[in-house]
């Protein structure tokens, strides 16, 4: 695209107009056009009325945005068919006048109860497509078998994200996807192991991958992503097995279903692993696998699990310098501890949702209760919603009388913490001992 001179849009602005001169409308169209890409294409279609000047700039834009809920404003049902039929041909208009190629992004949303027919879909994604679309984004809520299948053979295609509700998937030829980088899937059901296989053998390049409520109804399917570097799953369920020996980060979220295993772990870096599921092996592969990872963010399902799998010893995490966690049950603290004796560079400890939970069951914890030291190296602990209950204060003591080096405790006090409350609590927290002569204590607001 070409960029105008400087020293030209310069002297355009500096120039005193007198009330007369429309300085915006005498940019260069190239520069407008691109003003005009960021604007949803019904908000840039309607700057044609402004002047002459502005009747076409709309078809030089980079970005092409349709969203009938946009278009459709608040019309009664009455009045959805016949604006259901003025939003495809608006669709086919603008399509029609657009002479931009190649273009960046083609998003099309389609989130009204409404059916469209297929045939439209296909010549609206064919279109982005004949353009040499970059960034294709679907979000077509009430048609779940009406994708159009010549994406899976887009040359262009860098990012790709479909949301659909309960797409059948099926791929029955090859797809061939040479430059897709980014893949981000929503409710879509693979109908078979080899569409599977085809699928992703398809998309050689992929880096990010986003899976999100989708199905492998396929029986044991291993499928290598050899340049993937981020990965996240969120109750997804299948036999698949994902094998990303270059995988730097994982976000797992493992509801009851037999969730997506991933294989070949120790390039990553960062894991966030959200776990209620009764594939405990799962979980445990994973903890076992990324033993060179610096960053980890656990829920409390997570942790539970692992509280219950002793067979399965926590290995150590030589590079971990980042621990967090949203909060433990009083069974969870003592593999928790192990966790972080086995973790001597860990640096950064966080409990986003509170120290301690307590079950009905439980029992409270007991200052006799013995804990493992843990590593002296960590720097900063920050609680969140902390209420300053006596749980609490006999583990803020163990942490204080462990961490030697301890620079930073920092308290989000819980929303419900009462003035004279803050003030006990403060006292007490003057009171705990500290390994750490330079440890500062902070009880802050949310």
Not at 28 to 57: K, M, Y
Not at 183 to 204: A, E, N, T
Not at 353 to 361: A, C, F, Q, V, Y
Request: hydrophobic fraction near 40%.
């Amino acid at each position: 695209m070409h960029h105008p001179n400087p020293k030209e849009c310069r002297k355009i602005l500096e120039m005193k107009d007198k009330g007369n001169l429309d300085t915006i409308s005498s940019l260069p169209d190239e520069l407008l056009a691109n003003i005009l890409s960021f604007l949803p294409t019904l908000s840039a279609v309607q700057t044609s009325i402004l002047s002459s000047r502005w009747r076409h700039l709309f078809t030089l834009t980079r970005n092409l945005s349709f969203n009938d809920r946009e278009y459709f404003g608040t019309a009664s049902l009455a009045q959805c068919e016949e604006r259901k039929l003025s939003f495809e041909r608006f669709v086919y208009g603008v399509l029609a006048l657009h002479r931009t190629s190649p273009i960046h992004k083609f998003s099309l949303k389609l989130k009204k109860t409404l059916i469209y027919d297929c045939s439209h879909l296909l010549l609206w994604t064919s279109a982005a497509i004949l353009k040499g679309v970059q960034h294709l984004d679907l979000d077509i809520v009430n048609h779940p078998n009406a994708l159009p299948t010549c994406i899976l053979n887009c040359q262009t295609l860098t990012i790709l994200r479909i949301h659909t509700f309960g797409y059948d998937l099926s791929v029955p030829g090859v797809v061939c996807l040479p430059n897709l980088k980014t893949l981000d899937l929503h409710y879509i059901r693979f109908l078979d192991g080899d569409s599977v296989k085809r699928f992703f053998v398809g998309c050689s390049q992929l880096k990010e991958l986003v899976v999100s409520n989708c199905q492998f109804t396929t029986d044991h399917v291993r499928v290598s992503a050899t340049k993937l570097q981020k990965l996240d799953l969120n109750c997804c369920s299948g036999h698949v097995v994902i094998d990303a020996p270059n995988l730097a980060n994982l976000s797992h979220v493992c509801t009851d279903f037999i969730g997506v295993d991933v294989k070949n772990l120790r390039s990553l870096i960062s894991i966030k692993l959200t776990f209620d599921s009764p594939q405990v092996q799962v979980l445990c592969d994973i903890i076992r696998g990324a033993v060179n990872a610096r960053e980890l963010i656990l829920d409390c399902g997570a942790a539970k699990f692992l509280a219950v799998t002793e067979d399965n010893p926590i290995p150590t995490y030589s590079k971990l310098k980042r621990f967090e966690l949203d909060y433990c049950y009083r069974d969870t603290w003592k593999y928790l501890m192990v966790w972080l004796a086995n973790s001597p560079q860990l640096e950064i400890i966080i409990f986003g949702e509170g120290l301690i939970k307590m079950d009905d069951t439980e029992d409270e914890l007991h200052p006799d209760v013995a804990l493992p030291p843990f590593s002296c190296n960590v720097k900063i602990i920050e609680v969140y919603w902390f209420g300053g209950h006596k749980q609490e204060l006999l583990l803020l003591k163990y942490l204080l009388e462990n961490a030697g080096v301890l620079q930073k405790l920092i308290l989000y006090k819980d929303y419900t913490m009462e003035m004279q409350q803050e003030l006990l609590v403060k006292k007490e927290l003057l009171l705990l001992p500290k390994a750490s002569t330079n440890c500062t204590i902070e009880l802050k607001d949310p």
